[in-house]
C-alpha cells in the first residue's frame, strides 16, 4: 500500500514539474519564470525525497538539502537583481 501512495505522489510531481516547465518556457514574464524556477527546485526536491522513501536509503538527504538551498538563493539572488535591489 505504501508503495502506491509514493508512486501515486511520483505521478502528481512528475506533472507539476511538466507545469513548471511549461511556465518557465512560456513566461510571460520574467518573474513568472523565476517563481516557475523555484516550484520546478521543490518538485525535484519532493520527488527525490519520495524516491529516498521508496528505495529505503538516506544517501539522498544531504543532497536534497543543498539542491533546496541553493534553489532558494539562486531565487531570492534573482529575484533581487530583477527589483534593482541587490546592488544598494
Request: contains cysteine; proline residues 1%; charged residues 10%.
Amino acid at each position: 500500500m505504501e508503495t502506491v501512495v509514493i508512486l501515486s505522489g511520483l505521478a502528481v510531481l512528475a506533472v507539476g514539474v511538466l507545469f513548471c516547465v511549461l511556465r518557465a518556457a512560456r513566461g510571460p514574464t520574467l518573474f513568472d519564470r523565476v517563481l516557475a524556477f523555484d516550484a520546478l527546485v521543490l518538485n525535484v526536491v519532493g520527488a527525490v525525497l519520495l524516491l529516498s522513501i521508496l528505495l529505503e536509503s538516506a544517501a539522498f538527504l544531504d543532497v536534497v538539502l543543498v539542491v533546496a538551498l541553493l534553489g532558494f538563493l539562486g531565487t531570492l539572488s534573482f529575484a533581487a537583481y530583477l527589483e534593482g535591489t541587490l546592488g544598494d
